[in-house]
């Protein structure tokens, strides 16, 4: 199994930047992706952002150019850089890890508001 942990998320005002860190522990070395997705409220849970153990990124349409998923393999963490952040960015953020090519694991979530 993998567990994840996530950090860094709060309050920002529209145009800021915030860092969302997720550590994974557990069966590591199963994993073969990891992504943050998003929820808002009265909304589905969308993808924002995707990293494959191969190193390949993809992101949703609305964060492209502005967020930025990156990994550090030495501390087991995948971090989310968002900046120019709007207020339609305000939701709980969820990180995600797909291992064994079956299975998934969800962080317990972090709050991001934006305000006006």
């Known amino acids: 199994q993998v567990q994840l942990v996530e950090s860094g998320g709060g309050l920002v005002q529209a145009g800021g930047s915030l860092r969302l860190s997720c550590s994974a522990s557990?069966?590591?070395?199963?994993?073969?992706?990891m992504g943050w997705y998003r929820q808002a409220p009265g909304k589905q849970r969308e993808l924002v952002a995707r990293i494959t153990s191969g190193g390949s990124t993809n992101y949703a349409d609305s964060v492209a150019g502005r967020f930025t998923i990156s990994r550090d393999n030495a501390k087991n963490t995948v971090y989310l850089q968002m900046n120019s952040l709007k207020p339609e960015d305000t939701a709980v953020y969820y990180c995600n890890a797909y291992y064994n090519s079956v299975f998934e694991s969800w962080g317990q979530g972090t709050q991001v508001t934006v305000s006006s």
């Open positions: 557990g069966s590591i070395f199963s994993i073969n992706a």
